[in-house]
Nanobody
């Protein structure tokens, strides 16, 4: 079972940028799709971005398309989320997750990190 640890969250002003990292240990995630999700206070957890096992395919929620970029370095067993032009509505706990499939797919998640908090001030 892979263990996922997120880092890089923090407080940033609107319009700023942050880069989140998700380091996997215990098991390589190089053959698995990975994703980023977020949960704002009082709201349900939602999909933010996903990436296929080799990084060739990426997927984004409409709300972050053009502002966020997901990437991966399989040699380092690490996934990234570059977040630009941040808005107050991006404030949430951000979670890294692993799929047991090579492409992101519904109901195919089998591991979650503990989350890293992103707060965007207006």
């Amino acid at each position: 079972q892979a263990q996922l640890v997120e880092s890089g969250g923090g407080l940033v002003q609107a319009g700023g940028s942050l880069r989140l990292s998700c380091a996997a240990s215990g098991r390589t995630v190089g053959s698995s799709a990975m994703g980023w999700f977020r949960q704002a206070p009082g709201k349900e957890r939602e999909f933010v971005a996903g990436i296929s096992w080799g990084g060739a395919s990426t997927y984004y929620a409409d709300s972050v398309k053009g502002r966020f970029t997901i990437s991966r370095d399989n040699a380092k067993n690490t996934i990234y989320l570059q977040m630009n032009s941040l808005k107050p509505e991006d404030t949430a706990m951000y979670y890294c997750a692993k799929y047991h499939t090579r492409q992101p797919a519904p109901n195919a998640l089998d591991a979650w990190g503990q989350g890293t908090l992103v707060t965007v001030s207006s």
